[in-house]
């Protein structure tokens, strides 16, 4: 009985947090009065301040990241019959919106100690399979760090392939003064709210390509030629659009729309907010044997959308030979780790899944946990601790002293 009242007492550091205040709520009432709340004018001003931020020239907001993955294919010609290589180490959203359109994944490990797309792997993949059916490469910006972008465009040129960059975690990454997504043809984002930058749900879409953007504008919107602010307001607006495409309702709402205007004027201080708290992580957790911090390479600015560390696997070991059942052992003790973490009120997660092992494309694919062993290993082996701007500096040394005292 003692346990169970000292266990209820105990504060829950949640995972992540949405930063709201009143400046949501009161664009959330204004839109509510406004009459006005399908997608609309501010959604449109979402747009304007996300492509600034980003410096693309075009951004289209959407349900989803991966309603916007999905339009972001169709809008380069990506469908049955073609290939898209991707890492196995992303969000099986990632695989699923290929899948949606008819083409097939093909999986390539990651760097173990990025956690992106190795582009030796890439390279490897393509030349010994490479055949006229591959038709793209899908980069991931995982946890908030940018993938080796020059590296993959170098391969996408030599073989032709479109780079269309699932930049889910990448809002406010950098490589090079770069914002993650603005080297590829297309990217897109999540708006969940486990992002820095979120909307409830909701995706977007950044592209310099012109014609594309309007392809995708007009996608998300059933194929209608006009969208209904547009016809509100220009004259002979109470006439119906044309519909000369087949679309999807794959539409942002202005509710939606308005929380993502006053996001973004937070956005470089909550970014850098993020930055700051792990920042204080990377000090706290040096010299713990076991727990590997994530490694940034120069030049790279991470978003840090999710704090994800390494237990036990150093990431700077890149080899062909592995322990396999010293890798079974390890991935018990970290959700043993897990566990204990949780019990004492600190919220965890594993970073993310390697797709290949999951059971519909393991089944389909016929895959094996090592066809792509560093993707197998992030999975097995990876914890995320929490994060959020303005995490109070106790709160991690409680995350720090409760995980040395379980190690």
């Not at 996300?50 to 169709?74: D, H, M, P, R, Y």
């Not at 390279?123 to 006229?132: F, G, P, V």
């Not at 975690?169 to 999540?190: D, I, L, Q």
Request: hydrophobic content about 40%.
């Amino acid at each position: 009985m003692g346990n169970d009242v000292k266990n209820a007492e105990k504060k829950i550091i949640p995972i992540t947090k949405p930063q709201f205040d009143e400046s949501e709520e009161q664009a959330v009432i204004d839109v509510l009065r406004s009459g006005w709340v399908v997608q609309g004018p501010k959604v449109a001003e979402f747009e304007g301040l996300f492509a600034e931020f980003t410096g693309a020239k075009n951004a289209i907001a959407v349900s989803s990241c991966t309603t916007a993955l999905q339009l972001a294919l169709i809008a380069h010609s990506i469908g049955p019959g073609d290939k898209v290589l991707m890492p196995s180490l992303t969000y099986i959203a990632t695989a699923n919106a290929v899948e949606y359109v008819g083409a097939t994944p093909v999986f390539v490990d990651i760097d173990p100690a990025t956690l992106t797309i190795d582009p030796d792997d890439l390279r490897a993949c393509l030349k010994a399979n490479h055949t006229s059916d591959i038709k793209a490469i899908i980069p991931v910006s995982l946890f908030g760090l940018c993938s080796d972008m020059p590296a993959v465009n170098a391969l996408a040129q030599e073989y032709n392939l479109i780079v269309i960059e699932d930049a889910a975690c990448g809002m406010g990454a950098y490589r090079e003064n770069h914002h993650a997504g603005t080297e590829a043809s297309a990217a897109v984002f999540s708006l969940h709210p486990r992002k820095a930058i979120t909307t409830g749900e909701g995706g977007m879409i950044i592209t310099d390509d012109d014609d594309k953007a309007d392809l995708m504008r007009k996608l998300r919107n059933h194929g209608a030629s006009a969208s209904d602010l547009e016809r509100h307001l220009k004259e002979g607006g109470s006439l119906l659009p044309e519909f000369n495409l087949l679309g999807y309702n794959y539409r942002m709402t202005d509710i939606q729309g308005a929380i993502g205007v006053e996001q973004m004027k937070k956005a470089k201080n909550l970014f850098n907010a993020r930055r700051k708290v792990a920042a204080r992580y990377d000090e706290m957790l040096k010299g713990i044997k076991g727990i590997y911090s994530p490694f940034i390479p120069d030049g790279f600015i991470s978003a840090y959308q999710s704090y994800v560390c390494y237990y036990k696997f150093d990431p700077q070991f890149k080899s062909a030979r592995f322990d396999r059942n010293q890798i079974q052992v390890w991935n018990k003790e970290r959700n043993q780790l897990m566990a204990g973490l949780e019990s004492e009120g600190i919220t965890v997660r594993q970073g993310t899944h390697a797709v290949h092992t999951l059971g519909y494309y393991r089944n389909k694919y016929n895959l094996t946990d090592f066809d792509f062993p560093f993707a197998f290993i992030a999975d097995r082996l990876s914890i995320t601790l929490p994060l959020y701007p303005g995490m109070p500096k106790d709160d991690q040394k409680r995350v720090v002293e409760t995980l040395k005292s379980l190690l």
